[in-house]
């Protein structure tokens, strides 16, 4: 046996915290961290296993021979495993070998710390170091005017394993190899972020990474940790800002993965009501166990520190707050109160926001949350979860449904597509047309457009056109900026070849022309999420199936005028009540020629006229093109 020698990272404070479920940088002190100790280079290893009888250290370097490096366990019931192994160095394959003393069984587990795994289907860490030169530093100094609630926030989501796959072998692409064509993509395109569905380590492929076991590793799949960094890094330089998916709800029960992790349930719940997920098969994690809150929060707060991340989207948090949530009667227990809120949850995710924002400026959490849930994007002193935004799924859900009908039956259902302004304030939304709406047979959104091919995408870039011009931050699946015609498949790349037909290339257009109005007219984001940002004209056209409103800024000059019209009528002399005397002029317009439209436009300056209308002194009679989002300006 190869002697260990006894080290320690951890100070007293350190374990206190930790058991507080208040330290928050664990990834410095538990893991594989490359140190000199007493001018001898090595590997210091720290592993939280209270229910262990000895841990080894097993790898490469040893033959995976248990009890050739064992480590020893602190005096002070914190339940940590450390040592230190010499000559160890950065690339050395290794995992936990964990005896317990729970009816003696051995588990050989992954460290839940790891920096870098090795690359599935083989399920072992990687010593590796997070050295890297950033070259980032005017975003990171600026991001907060990037990145607050008052800035433009056009978010494109993005799955890395098929965005793009290499034209010969249908292999992955590289982090380095995005580093060139979707950073260019995303500038091209205008988009003001990108989020990535989870990059940390995960096993199977059909989970698109919802599955993951290395939680402070960027999968192998792609590269290095450095490559991941330089992606992010280039799109820093770029001016685009990184969200990253965050899965605090669940993990896999892999037999090198956390669950069961020293022979007992450490990370998981005990309770199978409460740390068994039906609907993923998977096991949900303990919120009221103080180290396991160390554990998730450090997580977060490692990849804004080390990875630069300008945000984390939140999966499934609808999952982590109800206690019923996909359980039938008997399969859950009510709280304290009586309720089927997960009060231990609710205590975490606030814990969560509190220490990312109080940590960082100029970053954003999203939530996930598919429920009313009251108040998620509300601060904590106001008695909120803390999230800075909150998917806005009923819009999503509404919208798509009224874009599904044929335009003669639109008519009977302009309550659908109106009925989320009554509740547009009430959380600082995003609008999501995300991965799960075009998967698992519900088509792509090209696909659910009515009508005959031009119709189709008139559909599209109405709804898109209606998507930016409605309050709230914007998130685009990749594929749909080009109106991807199939259902999204992760196994390949995009459709990309659909770009040579005008129609498609007409879409992205589109897409792209609706980013950058977005980013230039106040009126789109100054107040994004407050009522005194959006004004109705009239709602209740039903018979035309046209509304029109204001979105206001901070300057009322900046004020835009929209006007949909979900017909293919085109609607000659159609009567607007407007808030002041001027000009109006039209500054986009989604039938224009350039889009693949019919070219139905308002050209020029149009004069203002003193007619009274929908309750204003002024009015002006414009001509609607067909399927169109039409945006105007007051001079």
Not at 18 to 34: D, T, V
Not at 36 to 42: D, F, Q, R, S
Not at 197 to 207: A, H, K, L, Q, R
Not at 601 to 612: D, F, R, V, W, Y
Request: aromatic share 16%; glycine share 8%; charged share 25%.
């Amino acid at each position: 046996m190869t002697k260990v020698t006894p080290h320690s990272l951890f100070t007293d404070f350190d374990i206190d915290l930790f058991k507080a479920g208040k330290h928050f940088r664990l990834y410095e002190k538990l893991g594989a961290h490359l140190i000199e100790l007493n001018g001898v280079k090595g590997v210091y290893f720290a592993v939280w296993a209270p229910t262990a009888q000895s841990v080894s250290v097993v790898g490469d370097f040893n033959f995976w021979t248990q009890g050739e490096h064992l480590l020893e366990v602190r005096w002070d019931s914190s339940g940590i495993w450390e040592g230190f192994i010499p000559d160890l160095d950065k690339g050395a394959i290794y995992k936990y070998k964990i005896e317990s003393n729970n009816g003696g069984i051995t588990t050989e587990k992954a460290d839940p710390f790891a920096f870098y795994c090795e690359k599935p289907p083989h399920t072992a860490s990687v010593i590796w170091d997070l050295e890297y030169k950033w070259q980032d530093a005017k975003w990171m100094d600026t991001r907060k005017d990037h990145n607050g609630l008052d800035k433009p926030y056009s978010v494109y989501e993005v799955h890395l394993g098929s965005w793009k796959r290499h034209p010969e072998d249908n292999r992955f692409l590289t982090y380095l190899e995005f580093a060139e064509d979707l950073v260019d993509y995303v500038k091209e395109t205008g988009f003001t972020h990108v989020e990535f569905m989870p990059i940390m380590e995960y096993p199977y492929d059909p989970s698109w990474g919802y599955q993951l076991v290395g939680y402070f590793a960027p999968t192998s799949r792609f590269g290095k940790p450095q490559d991941f960094m330089v992606l992010v890094d280039k799109l820093h330089q770029a001016g685009i800002g990184v969200i990253l998916d965050w899965v605090p709800s669940h993990f896999p029960d892999d037999a090198h993965g956390l669950g069961f992790f020293d022979g007992s349930n450490l990370y998981e719940h005990p309770d199978r009501k409460k740390g068994y997920h039906p609907d993923w098969k998977s096991l949900v994690f303990n919120y009221g166990r103080n180290e396991v809150r160390s554990f998730l929060i450090s997580n977060a707060i490692f990849w804004l520190q080390h990875y630069h991340a300008d945000g984390l989207r939140v999966d499934a948090v609808a999952s982590m707050l109800y206690l019923d949530y996909s359980r039938k009667e008997g399969e859950w227990e009510p709280n304290i109160y009586g309720g089927r809120e997960n009060l231990d949850t609710i205590s975490f995710l606030k814990d969560f926001n509190e220490a990312v924002y109080a940590n960082f400026e100029g970053v954003q959490t999203i939530a996930e949350e598919s429920t009313s849930f009251p108040m998620a994007s509300r601060p904590t002193d106001m008695g909120g979860l803390g999230f800075g935004m909150k998917w806005m799924m009923g819009w999503m859900h509404d919208t798509l449904e009224y874009f599904q009908k044929e335009t003669v039956y639109r008519k009977h259902h302009q309550n659908d597509l109106t009925f989320s302004m009554t509740y547009a304030f009430s959380e600082n939304f995003m609008l999501p047309l995300s991965h799960d709406e075009v998967v698992y047979g519900k088509k792509s959104i090209a696909g659910r457009m009515p009508g005959d091919e031009w119709q189709k995408f008139a559909n599209l870039r109405l709804i898109y056109g209606y998507m930016f011009t409605h309050p709230g931050a914007k998130l685009l699946f990749m594929g749909c900026e080009f109106g991807q015609s199939k259902e999204w498949n992760f196994e390949g790349s995009l459709d990309w070849h659909l770009l040579e037909y005008p129609y498609h290339e007409g879409v992205k257009q589109a897409v792209t022309d609706l980013n950058s109005l977005y980013k230039t007219q106040p009126a789109l984001y100054e107040k994004q999420f407050s009522d005194d940002g959006f004004e109705w004209i009239n709602y209740s056209d039903h018979q035309n199936a046209v509304i029109s409103f204001i979105r206001k800024g901070n300057d009322p000059k900046d004020d835009v005028i929209v006007v949909c019209n979900f017909t293919q009528i085109v609607r000659s002399d159609y009567r607007i009540g407007l808030p002041r005397n001027g000009k109006l002029i039209e500054i986009f317009n989604s039938d224009a020629n350039l889009y693949g439209g019919s070219g139905v436009q308002n050209s020029g300056k149009l004069k203002i006229e003193s007619t009274p209308y929908d309750g204003r002194e002024y009015s002006i009679a414009l001509t609607l093109p067909p399927l169109s989002v039409v945006v105007f300006k007051i001079s």
